[in-house]
């Protein structure tokens, strides 16, 4: 059962996303353009670009569906303009510098899809200066919320599920972001722009934004909602606002508040939010106030205070630690060694199996190890 | 004197220790025991006096004592630019 060929088939499934890429790609790409896919996939992205007359097109994707982009490349009679490249796009070098960089790295707020790392990165190294991308510019929008189901599956934690006190889970469920699929009359106020990315020049590391939004009806805020309209093209945006009739299919965020609060009409929710994109770390801060401006409640909220941290590994990230390789670190940096241009993958597994037979129950599980590390690190240029 | 955390740093209380992240450096501290207990109460109180006021309730210390070492956290959490210190209160 392949789930990530069937996670494909939905994004060729959603006509308003595909449609808004065919568009913003053929307004965007000029013949004889030089592309860059980041995060190709099946390719469908690069295949629009070759269609509007891109002279070649380079699709990178990490997550292993280079082979089959190869193949369906070649089925559509661009074999020869494609080039296929298997891995991370920060770790490739690329033979020419392209125009335009096209991609969908904008995830469901913008900034949880690696659209900001990987386009910057992309532009400072592969692009000419002047590159034009897809999307240009992504806009990031908030609105408070009623969202009682959604509530609930963070409140389940403190209702001692199967008899058991899981208290410390609700702390992580009401700091984290829930991908959820609204509908217009939940929203209790108008959405308001909380911030911008400017996918074609380098931003701030931290990404900051306060919005006011409106409440234009009572009921209970259980948070704020999140969601993102992407500039793909100079005339063609695309979005996963619940407010869209052209709406793709793609869940928006929504943002706890502790505790859910009743609002009133002519309230207002002013949220600040500071995100880390490089991190998906996110801060939201909430105020209520009434009619007449007095504050009546805040709320502050982390995805720090949701990550799920480990006190062995949060001791191995302070700038004093002094770490030792255990024994796997040892076994792993002894194959990188081995890699010397010289010896065969066959004399490296039998070497590492040799030198650390503890470890390995068989010559078959050395070898698994041993492949682990060569493909992707190794190569024989 | 009025103490406020940066917008640049997170912190949450994790196994009876304060850390705290950095955003703009991407490094993480921690605070335990007394260090711990002067952090949550500048986060709750955001005043020198307050915050040495509660401290003398819980340390038996001697208060010129616990002053100077509060001071000594402070100004190195202001080296750091994870606190801004002002005159007002």
Redesign the interface.
């Known amino acids: 059962m392949s789930l990530i060929l069937d996670e494909h088939r939905e994004y060729l499934i959603d006509r308003p996303r595909v449609s808004a890429f065919e568009r913003a790609i053929s307004e965007v790409v000029k013949p004889g353009d030089v592309v860059l896919d980041l995060g190709a996939g099946t390719g469908i992205l690069g295949l629009f670009a070759l269609k509007a007359g891109a002279a070649r097109v380079y699709a990178v994707d990490g997550i292993g569906l280079t082979q089959l982009e190869r193949e369906i490349f070649a089925a559509n009679g661009f074999a020869d303009r494609a080039v296929c490249i298997k891995g991370l796009s920060t770790r490739v070098e690329l033979p020419e510098k392209v125009d335009v960089i096209v991609g969908d790295l904008i995830g469901r707020f913008g900034i949880d899809g690696g659209l900001v790392e990987f386009y910057t990165d992309a532009r400072r190294r592969m692009a000419r200066p002047g590159v034009r991308t897809v999307p240009s510019r992504v806009d990031l929008y908030v609105a408070p919320v009623e969202a009682p189901q959604t509530w609930a599956e963070v409140e389940f934690w403190r209702e001692s599920p199967a008899g058991f006190n899981f208290d410390r889970a609700y702390k992580i469920a009401v700091n984290t972001g829930h991908p959820v699929k609204y509908r217009p009359e939940q929203m209790l106020g108008k959405p308001a722009l909380l911030a911008t990315i400017d996918v074609t020049r380098d931003g701030d590391?931290?990404l900051?934004g306060t919005a006011v939004s409106a409440v234009h009806r009572a009921g209970t805020m259980h948070g704020v909602a999140g969601w993102f309209e992407a500039q793909l093209s100079p005339s063609v945006t695309m979005s996963n606002s619940p407010l869209r009739e052209d709406v793709i299919n793609r869940r928006a965020v929504f943002f706890p508040v502790d505790p859910p609060t009743a609002v009133a009409a002519n309230d207002s929710a002013r949220v600040t939010m500071?995100i880390?994109p490089?991190?998906t770390?996110v801060?939201w801060r909430v105020e209520l106030t009434d009619g007449a401006g007095a504050t009546r409640k805040k709320f502050s909220h982390?995805t720090?205070?949701g990550m799920l941290?480990n006190?062995e590994d949060?001791a191995k990230?302070?700038?004093d630690y002094v770490p030792k390789l255990t024994i796997w670190g040892e076994a792993r940096r002894l194959v990188v060694n081995l890699c010397d241009g010289k010896r065969s993958v066959a004399q490296i597994e039998r070497e590492v199996y040799e030198l650390h037979r503890s470890l390995f129950a068989s010559p078959g599980e050395a070898s698994a190890f041993v492949h682990e590390v060569i493909v992707p690190y190794g190569t024989s240029d | 004197m009025k103490i406020e955390i940066s917008?640049?740093v997170?912190?949450?209380e994790?196994?009876g220790e304060v850390?705290i992240?950095d955003?703009?450096s991407?490094?993480?501290?921690?605070l335990t025991g007394a260090g711990n207990d002067m952090w949550q109460l500048i986060a709750e109180h955001g005043s020198s006096d307050k915050v040495i006021e509660q401290l003398l309730t819980r340390y038996d210390v001697d208060p010129a004592n616990l002053k100077a070492d509060f001071e000594k956290l402070v100004n190195e959490l202001a080296a750091k630019g994870m606190v801004r210190v002002s005159s007002a209160d």
């Open positions: 590391p931290i900051s500071r880390s490089a991190d770390l801060n982390s720090f205070s941290l006190p949060l990230s302070r700038p | 917008d640049e997170v912190w949450r994790f196994e850390v992240l955003l703009a991407q490094h993480y501290f921690g």
